[in-house]
């Protein structure tokens, strides 16, 4: 795990590349790789590349980036870890190529010579590469399938500029950062900016499964070369739909990618929440290691509710794991923030960032380098108890009412109930919007409706729209049974937007504030490819959420962790909202924020949601926890007014 940055001036403007720039550009992702940092400048200053080196594989100078080949004709940065090197590297000596070290970044470095672009579809893991190539005289730039590594660029000025994360590129002399209004209304909706999009105007992140080529005229070539409706490995189509098979697939693909991501030369361990996806994640390690896992759990000291650590203690204490528990207050949020905002580089509105953050320190602290986590199975095995929710309205009030029906039930929800959940699904049904925004939502359209100012709503496109890339690939699925197609769509859209940019960037940016890497192996793509097919008749069986997977657990870990109640990876910041010290730091770090004077925001609807919040009459913890972080956000990078 590492942090790249680099430019390709394709202008040959000599003035943008030069060494001393890279290293500023480097050095403000230095906690993404303590270990090592490098760069290169081409004698023509068209290129420029920087590195920061968190060593995982080969810990010798053997893998020392920028990294190139033999005649120096194509050079090479890389963020994430190619579990499957072993295997390509292989392929490779046998044609002829000699390595120099044991690093995979030198496999995707001869990979890339010997099968150019196809070499993409070799890789198991993580990644965002950056690949030079002098003889084309241009820069490939690709993130990994699922979206597990992000990898942001700009392109103007007769250059490309890109980096692991914002703040590096905003180092650069020539990138003067800039609010994207329709970037800030969609995070007021969704929690994160959408794929493509930041915060930041004219700057980007790269779509999962996409890789963008840019050659010496400044041309433009994007393309996705992989998605959810590709399958990897061949399977009958009966197997989809057998529960057995379902269950031996399953495991075998599960056990083989954490087998995959216990790849390391230092110690690494396991994000231990107690729940199903994270207690698997512990006991099919444990069945591949002779000495303890390591486990890493957080808690809370004053609100018992939100802890799962009896779970986490109780499969500690069965797989005889070294665990570790770290137990947070309310202050360490508040004392947290302001750093969280700036590891973020744009808003991110999910609470659990600042936990995710102290169970990596923790981690770190202990001496363990590498950490493997659940993420990625509530959203591919329908873990989520409003999918069934979101199931009931589409099928009994989205598609079946007559649209008379439909337009009074809003004209209703909007006069009586405007802020409910009820209104904001009969306005989607009237007016025939997307039926589905995500699992996550802080502001609905009635909300920001009240939120911003009328001038503010005229300048944006309205937030939730399904891009046509996505429909044309969810058309393809023509052998997905009609009763299904609803789920399937939730889980394709999840995938683009709520999982990549929210929950997988979380998990990324905190991780990284700790100089730790996570591992994702729900997240393997051919367990991803072999879940996506399998029906909503298997994962909400008898009602019950992500059903064949609980199946599939039976056995290996207790039933009493399968199947008690989901809880969820949560923070407590309704309770510390309605009374706490947050309650106040929240008030005055909004209402005193810069962003307040942009005539974005109607301050008297602000200071409404607070005060209804206090009172315990409606629960707007998510929309005041979003207006915190995009204010802290602003002042951050823009300056405070105070």
């Given amino acids: 795990m590492c942090g790249i940055v680099g430019i390709f001036n394709y202008v040959g403007k000599e003035s943008l590349v030069s060494a001393s720039t890279l290293q500023c550009m480097t050095d403000e992702i230095r906690h993404r790789g303590p270990d090592d940092s490098g760069i290169f400048v081409s004698n023509d200053r068209r290129i420029g590349l920087g590195f920061r080196r968190l060593s995982i594989v080969d810990l010798s100078m053997a893998g020392h980036q920028p990294m190139a080949n033999s005649d120096e004709s194509i050079w090479l940065v890389f963020n994430g870890e190619i579990y499957n090197h072993a295997e390509i590297r292989r392929e ?85 950062p800039e609010l994207n209004q329709q970037g800030l209304f969609d995070y007021l909706t969704m929690l994160m900016t959408p794929p493509n999009e930041t915060l930041f105007k004219n700057v980007h992140k790269l779509e999962a499964g996409c890789y963008i080529i840019v050659n010496r005229h400044g041309d433009i070539q994007r393309k996705r070369y ?36 216990m790849m390391s030369d230092v110690p690494f361990g396991v994000f231990l929440s107690g729940g199903i996806d994270s207690s698997l994640n512990v006991a099919l390690m444990s069945e591949l290691m002779a000495r303890p896992v390591e486990t890493f759990s957080v808690g809370y000291k004053d609100l018992a509710k939100y802890n799962e650590l009896g779970y986490a203690r109780k499969i500690a204490e069965q797989f005889k794991t070294n665990h570790h ?51 990625g199975s509530d959203e591919q095995f329908a873990g989520y108890h409003h999918y069934l929710r979101e199931i009931r309205f589409y099928r009994y009030y989205y598609s079946l009412l007559p649209s008379i029906i439909k337009h009074l039930g809003y004209r209703f929800f909007h006069t009586f109930m405007p802020e409910s959940l009820l209104a904001d699904y009969a306005r989607r049904a009237s007016t025939g919007d997307a039926s589905f925004f995500g699992g996550a939502l802080a502001f609905s359209e009635e909300l920001k409706a009240q ?25 393809k699925l023509t052998d997905t049974p009609h009763s299904t197609a609803f789920l399937t769509q939730m889980i394709y859209y999840e995938f683009k937007n709520r999982l990549a940019e929210l929950l997988l960037m979380r998990v990324d940016k905190m991780s990284m504030a700790a100089s ?30 992500k059903y064949i997977l609980k199946k599939s657990a039976e056995g290996i870990i207790p039933n009493e962790v399968i199947y008690r109640k989901k809880q969820g990876f949560a923070a407590p910041i309704r309770e510390w909202l309605r009374s706490g010290r947050l309650s106040k730091f929240a008030y005055e770090r909004i209402m005193e924020s810069a962003l307040l004077n942009q005539d974005i925001f109607n301050q008297k609807y602000i200071i409404y949601l607070f005060e209804r919040h206090r009172s315990g009459s409606i629960n707007f913890d998510g929309q005041i926890w979003s207006l915190l972080i995009a204010s802290m956000w602003y002042d951050s990078y823009f300056g405070r007014t105070a």
């Fill in 325 to 375: 528990e770290i137990f947070l207050e309310e202050q360490d949020f508040i004392n947290f923030l302001p750093r969280m905002v700036w590891h973020l580089d744009e808003p991110n509105a999910d609470p659990v960032c600042v936990p995710m953050y102290f169970v990596s320190k923790l981690a770190r602290d202990s001496g363990t380098i590498v950490a493997q986590v659940g993420e």
């Fill in 226 to 261: 992989w998605d959810l409706t590709h399958l990897s490995i061949p399977y009958d189509a009966h197997t989809f739909l057998d529960e057995n098979a379902c269950i031996h697939n399953i495991r075998s693909l599960l056990r083989d990618s954490i087998r995959l991501r």
């Fill in 451 to 475: 939120l911003l100012t009328t001038g503010f709503q005229a300048a944006v496109q309205p937030s939730g729209r399904i891009p046509l890339h996505y429909i044309s690939e969810l058309n």
């Fill in 516 to 545: 730790l890497e996570a591992r994702v192996p729900f997240l393997d793509h051919r367990l991803v490819e072999f879940s996506f097919r399998i029906p909503q008749t298997l994962k909400l069986k008898n009602g019950t959420p």
């Fill in 92 to 176: 490779l000596e046998a044609k002829g190529y000699q390595y120099r070290s044991r690093t995979d970044t030198e496999t995707i470095l001869y990979a890339y010579e010997e099968y150019g672009i196809d070499f993409i579809s070799r890789l198991f893991g993580m990644f965002a590469i950056a690949i030079w190539d002098s003889r084309k005289q241009q820069i490939l730039l690709i993130r990994d399938r699922i979206g597990i590594k992000p990898l942001y660029y700009s392109i103007h000025d007769g250059a490309v500029f890109f980096g692991s994360e914002v703040k590096s590129l905003l180092r650069h002399p020539a990138i003067i």
